[in-house]
């Protein structure tokens, strides 16, 4: 008995090599099924229906695969599930997924669902709601209307519905800025600190960038604000390494929060127009020569130097006051756009764009989704139809 299992177990063994061989030799090329399998699977994450299977899968076969990409994206758990995961990170500092629906998340998936211009995103007048019987209204103060979203699966697809912050939060139609001026956003970003979190983490959600990725230590530091010491640790070799490749030109371009904040006792966003927030004048000891901020004027130094390199708008001033008017500025450079289809192809393909294929591939999406008017939805669907196969 212990011999004939061992040649059982021996034959088995050489079967499995063998077919491991063989499908490492010649790898199996999936079919228009399987592809449309796959990219159901990605964009929604739940398995199609077999009509829907059978559609796509027809599409695919046809030559049509961004087609079959959009047919996926009628199913609500794209907006539900793929698209909130996709948002939510970018709502809170610790870049969590998992938190509550809010209004930014909502903005978000509004917008893509209407293929509202993306570029706008930043600088709108615009927040989704639900449209949902028994709903808590919208309120400045809780994330109850949200919440209640949340709690009940209301299918968002069906429930949201576009209006105005202005219409809802008070601050005036002008100092509306996208997502930035949402009330998830000044909890997480405006509240207490010096409001340059809001320019940090709108550049890594939205330009792919951290700070030290920018960093140029060429530009004079008079804007920089007397919070920040000239010698910090009693050595000014550090300000002058390091500190200033920052502050040069974040301070600028922050000043054009300098009218925000967020309220942690009224929990809300306030907007108080022609007066700077007390917060731009903390630790004023720290360096007395130090830029005053008196207004909410901002300039992109970035527009020369190294970060020229992220592709400013020749079509936009490169100046101007408030939030709106920066973010037009940073949603205009070529460094949005990029991010934004690399961001896709990370939640569809499942990686970064990772070798020259990849990278041809992300570049000319990002082309289409400048020249076609900044539609979300076309990104996803171009992503799905690249890496289908894979």
């Known amino acids: 008995m212990r011999g004939t299992m061992t040649r059982t177990h021996r034959a088995v063994l050489i079967a499995l090599t063998t077919s491991m061989c063989l499908q490492s030799a010649w790898p199996v090329v999936a079919g228009p099924r399987e592809q449309a ?3 159901h699977d990605r964009l929604t994450g739940v398995a199609p229906t077999e009509s829907v299977l059978s559609q796509m899968a027809t599409m695919i076969s046809a030559g ?6 959009m047919l996926a994206m009628d199913n609500s758990s794209f907006y539900n599930v793929t698209l909130r995961n996709f948002v939510a990170p970018a ?15 909502a903005t978000v998936i509004g917008m893509i669902r209407d293929n509202v211009p993306f570029n706008t995103v930043l600088s709108a007048d615009l927040v989704y709601v639900g449209n949902v019987n028994g709903a808590p209204a919208y309120s400045t103060s809780n994330n109850n209307h949200y919440q209640y979203l949340d709690n009940n699966g209301i299918d968002l697809k069906s429930a949201l519905v576009a209006t105005t912050q202005s219409s809802l939060t008070g601050v005036p139609a002008a100092a509306t800025a996208g997502v930035i001026t949402t009330e998830a956003a000044a909890q997480a970003f405006f509240i207490m600190g010096t409001n340059r979190a809001m320019f940090r983490f709108t550049l890594i959600n939205y330009l792919c960038r951290d700070m030290e990725q920018v960093q140029d230590t060429s530009y004079p530091p008079d804007r920089i604000r007397q919070d920040v010491s000239r010698s910090p640790g009693g050595d000014s070799r550090i300000f002058l390494n390091s500190c200033i490749g920052c502050h040069a030109a974040m301070d600028p371009m922050a000043q054009a929060f300098a009218y925000y904040n967020y309220d942690t006792t009224a929990n809300q966003l306030v907007y108080t127009a022609g007066q700077v927030q007390p917060k731009y004048a903390i630790n004023t000891g720290n360096f007395k020569q130090g830029y005053v901020t008196v207004d909410d004027h901002w300039d992109n130094r970035w527009r020369s130097g190294s970060n020229s390199l992220l592709g400013w708008s020749s079509a936009l001033p490169g100046s101007g006051n408030g939030a709106k008017s920066l973010g ?6 070529q460094a949005f756009a990029d991010c934004q289809v690399q961001k896709v192809f990370q939640a569809i393909c499942l990686r970064p764009p990772s070798n020259s294929a990849d990278r041809a591939a992300a570049s000319q999406i990002s082309s289409d989704f400048k020249g ?10 171009e992503t799905a139809a690249y890496c289908m196969g894979t």
Not at 91 to 105: E, G, H, I, K, W
Not at 328 to 333: M, N, P, R, V
């Open 91 to 105: 709502t809170n500092r610790a870049q969590s997924a998992f938190v509550p629906l809010n209004d930014y998340t």
């Open 372 to 381: 076609g008017n900044y539609n979300m939805k076309q990104v996803f669907a």
């Open 328 to 333: 037009q500025e940073l949603a205009g450079s």
């Open 37 to 39: 399998k796959r990219m």
């Open 64 to 69: 049509n695969a961004q087609g079959a990409a």
